[in-house]
T-cell receptor, first 117, second 119 residues
Framework: AQKITQTQPGMFVQEKEAVTLDCTYDTSDQSYGLFWYKQPSSGEMIFLIYQGSYDEQNATEGRYSLNFQKARKSANLVISASQLGDSAMYFCAMREVTYNQGGKLIFGQGTELSVKP | GAGVSQSPSNKVTEKGKDVELRCDPISGHTALYWYRQSLGQGLEFLIYFQGNSAPDKSGLPSDRFSAERTGGSVSTLTIQRTQQEDSAVYLC?????????????????FGNGTRLTVT
């Protein structure tokens, strides 16, 4: 069974600095996708970035990048130049590519990031 | 275009009553998912629809929970004889394709959720 582990319940970062949010996963599949979502206090789930298991390069989206280490089964999110608006819960999620499984995402427990001015 | 719409946004009900939660996915999205999020917790998968059929119901916690989807669009999650432990935010999400091997990079687009409180 697939599993996502986020070991940091809470993180603090100074405004304008970079921060890394950890995510490790466990799967026996060779094909899978990894996603990061942001959930501000308003409750909406915002998709940030995606990494496929066969992607050779780390994904980047603006200030977000994914440090993908396949052998270690880790997919850490790096946020550069933190802003006050980055304060939120961040969830790592995985989708195994198994036909008929529907492509559901399995989520980790989340990391609460607080950006200090 | 419009995002995923859920109603009601808040629902307070008495223990033992039945509730219905509605989800209107993004137009054209064939895959629809229901999740539950308890306070301060991650998202717990409940059920997945592809079109009107539900090939994965593995997350429904008990037979008090059921869901249907009609016309490949709107979905309703029903909780019968609600219990206090059912209190949570129920999130609905849709994605462009759910069952194709080529679709595993399609993100889920979430609604704002229904906050259910059982008193």
């Amino acid at each position: 069974a697939q599993k996502i582990t986020q070991t940091q319940p809470g993180m603090f970062v100074q405004e304008k600095e970079a921060v890394t949010l950890d995510c490790t996963y466990d799967t026996s599949d060779q094909s899978y996708g990894l996603f990061w979502y942001k959930q501000p206090s308003s409750g909406e789930m915002i998709f940030l970035i995606y990494q496929g298991s066969y992607d050779e390069q780390n994904a980047t989206e603006g200030r977000y990048s994914l440090n993908f280490q396949k052998a270690r089964k880790s997919a850490n999110l790096v946020i550069s130049a933190s802003q006050l608006g980055d304060s939120a819960m961040y969830f790592c999620a995985m989708r195994e590519v198994t036909y008929n499984q529907g492509g559901k995402l399995i989520f980790g427990q989340g990391t609460e990031l607080s950006v200090k001015p | 275009g419009a995002g995923v719409s859920q109603s009601p946004s808040n629902k307070v009900t008495e223990k033992g009553k039945d509730v219905e939660l509605r989800c209107d996915p993004i137009s054209g999205h064939t895959a629809l998912y229901w999740y539950r999020q308890s306070l301060g917790q991650g998202l717990e998968f409940l059920i997945y629809f592809q079109g009107n059929s539900a090939p994965d119901k593995s997350g429904l916690p008990s037979d008090r929970f059921s869901a249907e989807r009609t016309g490949g669009s709107v979905s309703t999650l029903t909780i019968q004889r609600t219990q206090q432990e059912d209190s949570a935010v129920y999130l609905c999400a849709s994605s462009l394709r759910g069952q194709l091997l080529s679709s595993y990079n399609s993100p889920l687009h979430f609604g704002n959720g229904t906050r259910l409180t059982v008193t």
